[in-house]
T-cell receptor
Framework: GAGVSQSPRYKVTKRGQDVALRCDPI?????LYWYRQALGQGPEFLTY????????KSGLPNDRFSAERPEGSISTLTIQRTEQRDSAMYRC????????????FGPGTRLTVT | AQKITQTQPGMFVQEKEAVTLDCTYD???????LFWYKQPSSGEMIFLIYQGSYDEQNATEGRYSLNFQKARKSANLVISASQLGDSAMYFCAMFEMNRDDKIIFGKGTRLHILP
């Protein structure tokens, strides 16, 4: 079946603009995770959902970042008033349950803020 | 303190040799899981292997095995008979079952397999 998909794959935006990054998890997966990955670094946890409920948002850097998963499937990560330091690869992963293993990652969205 | 430590930023290994990638972790929980991901230059994240803290035997998946030493809090990845396609970034990660299940990744080790 289809894996995790993310769109757009690449996004270039000007500083100060808002961006919305979309994640479509594997069908039937309960848990959905967002990560941010700087070049040459490991993924940094941002937030995660079980169904539509946001379980943990302690990794969100500041209040410009928000995420939602209103129907327990597709999720959107929104960054308001983007800054250059927000430039990174944003990755989404999903798993069957919240027991935390075998997360399947999407291809990521490469965000560049100019 | 870092939860996951990978002390080897880069490694060069001759093809067909075995490779050990180091990973140590820090947790006070009794219930946790450890795993390894491979990230080739294409950027995808590929799940390799998983070890639960209560698993008595070391996990193995084909050429991959996890050398789990609980008392030393180490979870090294061993790749037997390395291949050119093994060249990639490798991340060790942990989740603690009593801490909201979020996964913490190490900084990674870049492995280069030489022909």
């Amino acid at each position: 079946g289809a894996g995790v998909s993310q769109s757009p794959r690449y996004k270039v935006t000007k500083r100060g603009q808002d961006v919305a990054l979309r994640c479509d998890p594997i069908s039937g997966h309960v848990s959905l995770y967002w990560y941010r990955q700087a070049l040459g670094q490991g993924p940094e946890f941002l937030t995660y959902f079980n169904y539509e409920a946001q379980q943990d948002k302690s990794g969100l850097p500041n209040d410009r970042f928000s995420a939602e998963r209103p129907e327990g499937s597709i999720s959107t990560l929104t960054i308001q008033r983007t800054e250059q330091r927000d430039s990174a690869m944003y990755r989404c992963a999903s798993s069957l349950g919240s027991d935390g293993y075998e997360q399947y990652f999407g291809p990521g969205t490469r965000l560049t803020v100019t | 303190a870092q939860k996951i430590t990978q002390t080897q930023p880069g490694m060069f290994v001759q093809e067909k040799e075995a490779v050990t990638l180091d990973c140590t972790y820090d947790t006070s929980d009794q219930s946790y899981g450890l795993f390894w991901y491979k990230q080739p230059s294409s950027g995808e994240m590929i799940f390799l292997i998983y070890q639960g803290s209560y698993d008595e035997q070391n996990a193995t998946e084909g050429r991959y095995s996890l050398n789990f030493q609980k008392a030393r809090k180490s979870a090294n990845l061993v790749i037997s008979a390395s291949q050119l396609g093994d060249s990639a970034m490798y991340f060790c990660a942990m989740f603690e079952m009593n801490r909201d299940d979020k996964i913490i990744f190490g900084k990674g080790t870049r492995l280069h397999i030489l022909p």
